[in-house]
């Protein structure tokens, strides 16, 4: 089994910092793209940003560009996103997201975390 695990969610004022982590567990045999989804009531779910295995990011929304950094450790099979300058309009949930090649398996399987709050005040 393999599981997404997000941390880091919560209220802050507007121009406030949070780092959000996601942690990969379980019989993982590799992890390619790892990515950041949000999502608010009523509307799709976005990608704000996602990494490949070689830390290169492959995509990140302009509307958090400057303001929100990707980064990822393979070793903890952990991804991160440092969020600055945080507006009330990046209030959502967010969800990581990874593609998981499990021990005994040949394919990559698409894996979401559970989601975590995070809520900006003006």
């Known amino acids: 089994q393999v599981q997404l695990v997000e941390s880091g969610g919560g209220l802050v004022q507007a121009g406030g910092s949070l780092r959000l982590s996601c942690a990969a567990s379980g019989t993982i045999f590799s992890i390619n793209v790892m990515a950041w989804y949000r999502q608010v009531p009523g509307k799709q779910r976005e990608l704000v940003a996602d990494i490949n295995s070689g830390f290169s990011t492959n995509y990140m929304s302009d509307s958090v560009k400057g303001r929100f950094t990707l980064s990822r450790d393979n070793a903890k099979n952990t991804l991160y996103l440092q969020m600055n300058g945080l507006k009330p309009e990046d209030t959502a949930v967010y969800y990581c997201?990874?593609?998981?090649?499990?021990?005994?398996?040949?394919?990559?399987?698409?894996?979401w975390g559970q989601g975590t709050q995070v809520t900006v005040s003006s």
């Open positions: 997201y990874a593609q998981i090649r499990q021990l005994r398996g040949l394919a990559y399987y698409d894996y």
